[in-house]
């Protein structure tokens, strides 16, 4: 706030607000939080979701309040509730236990990451390696690693790693992507694995999905127009991960990561005039909503919506929760 010396009157320092469009939650996401709220009307509480549903804090505790309780491995279940599979996607060997044990399961694995599971599993049965371009650890890189026997799908996570590679048969190979990756960063990646295997077979189509490819166009757009960069989702979130990485690229020397207003670093901002927003997909819109509140608290704010494309995607639930109990 600063004094006007002739009215006296406190006013506050004007900033500019760039919300980058699309932003926030996608159809996979949508559908997964769904489930968890479907299964729990239909079986009543406790239901057990394996691993949290959607890398989202907020969306997490929201859905324990219901009655959800997130575990990490399917042992930690008992038999007789059902459980719920998140939207990374799991290894072929959990669904098979959980059906040995004869529990109720319901998979929220995103249909645009199973796709790549079918894909996968096509490249395996015509005799082809895969080579799989994601981050070591995340939940999706080891569900869908998990789909074909150990052994059978090799990781690279940058384009130094192709070097490196050691393949049965150069002529018999293909690759897959995780879906949350950068753009850029795997065209960089898919250009050095084609240098060294001509033969090597692509995607049809891009494995990294629509939202993740909009949700960082938009970034890019608004990249040039803005002193810094907040992307709200979590750490251990991949697509908002990127959206920073994005953002650093397109030349915005300030980008961070925050969970809710309470970690935006206000003195780090500074004198900055124009700052951007946006969210990854696992981060619910009323999170955006209290970013522009604790601006509009501080600042004379204005605000531009800019969009770079319009999303229609929807996916139904599984049959079994469209059914009544
Ligand atoms: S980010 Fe993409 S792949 Fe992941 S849940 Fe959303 S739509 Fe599905």
């Known amino acids: ?32 939080i769904k489930i968890v709220e ?15 549903i959607v890398h989202n804090k907020f969306v997490v505790d929201s859905l324990r309040d219901l009655g959800a309780v997130f575990v990490e491995e399917l042992d930690e279940c008992p038999d007789d509730r059902p459980v719920i599979f998140s939207a990374h996607g799991v290894p072929k060997s959990v669904p098979a236990t959980a059906s040995n044990r004869n529990m109720i399961f319901v998979d929220a694995t995103c249909p645009l990451v199973s796709k ?3 894909e996968a ?11 799989m371009i994601g981050h070591a650890g995340h939940p999706e890189t080891i569900g869908t690693m998990g789909q074909l026997p150990e052994g059978e799908v090799l990781l690279v996570e940058t384009a130094e790693d192709v070097a490196s590679l050691r393949v049965r048969d150069t002529e018999k190979l ?15 990646i898919v250009t050095a694995l084609q240098a060294r295997f001509p033969k090597i077979v692509g995607p049809h189509k891009e494995d990294i999905c629509y939202a993740t490819t909009n949700r960082q166009a938009a970034v890019k757009e608004i990249a040039p ?12 979130s991949s697509n908002s991960k990127r959206l920073v990485e994005v953002g650093r690229a397109a030349g915005c020397g300030y980008a961070q990561l925050v969970q809710r207003a309470t970690d935006i670093n206000w003195p780090e901002l500074g004198k900055m005039t124009a700052i951007g927003i946006t969210a990854g997909a696992s981060a619910p819109e009323v ?9 509009k608290d501080r600042f004379e704010v204005s605000v531009e ?12 639930v599984p049959r079994v929760l469209r059914e009544p109990a």
């Open 225 to 236: 127009k803005i002193d810094a960069l907040l992307v709200i989702g979590a750490p251990n």
């Open 287 to 295: 999170l955006v909503n209290e970013v522009i509140d604790a601006f």
């Open 121 to 131: 599993e096509r490249h395996f049965n015509n005799g082809l390696q895969m080579v």
């Open 116 to 118: 790549v599971h079918i």
């Open 38 to 52: 479907l299964a729990i009307q239909k079986w009543g509480a406790p239901v057990f979701v394996r691993h949290e």
């Open 1 to 32: 706030m600063t004094k006007d010396f002739v009215t006296g009157i406190m006013t506050k320092p004007s900033i500019r607000l760039f919300i980058a469009a699309p932003r926030g939650f996608c159809a996979g996401v949508d559908r997964a």
């Open 305 to 316: 919506v800019v969009e770079t494309a319009k999303e229609n995607v929807e996916f139904k």
């Open 174 to 188: 293909a690759y897959i992507t995780q879906t949350t990756l950068s753009v850029d960063d795997t065209a960089g």
